[in-house]
């Protein structure tokens, strides 16, 4: 799952940080990097509390059950999570199985009907970018 990708940079991330005076980490993902850079995040801050960590990301999947998005929420105060219309990706995994999204998500674009070609195209880098763009 996420978690055990994560893993995968862990040690990496943490070196790093270690090695180099970092005061601020900004963390973005995308997709399968979003539910990264969210597990990332949450590590970095409970592992490195005197570094300021801000959190933002586009087409998140839900990441964790209700206590991690707890836990998430009372460490990462400064975070940003966007949604693009029906973008399929950040309704799974399902709520049925205990998964749910940390706070910050922001609809970027009115939810459209769901169908499974438009929730698709919805996930696309260059439709958060072409919203995001026009927002700055």
């Known amino acids: 799952g996420f978690y055990t990708s994560y893993l995968l940079i862990r040690d ?11 005061k601020k980490l900004v963390i973005f993902g995308q997709s399968l990097g979003a539910a990264l850079q969210t597990l990332c995040a949450v590590d970095v ?8 960590v801000i ?5 998140s999947p839900r990441v964790g059950n209700k206590a991690f998005a707890e836990s ?3 460490r990462i105060t400064d975070h940003i999570s966007y949604k ?11 709520k049925i ?5 940390v706070h910050g998500m922001i609809r970027i674009k009115s939810k ?5 070609f438009k929730s698709i195209v919805n996930h696309l880098w260059k439709n958060y970018a072409r919203v995001l ?4």
């Open 112 to 116: 459209t009907i769901w169908y499974p």
């Open 84 to 94: 693009y219309g029906s973008d399929i990706v950040t309704s799974v995994p399902p």
């Open 97 to 101: 199985f205990d998964f749910c999204h």
């Open 12 to 22: 990496k991330i943490h070196r790093l940080l270690r090695e180099n005076d970092v």
């Open 45 to 52: 801050r409970y592992n490195f509390p005197d570094i300021q």
């Open 133 to 136: 763009r026009n927002r700055a």
């Open 55 to 59: 959190s933002f990301n586009t087409g």
């Open 72 to 74: 998430f929420n009372k």
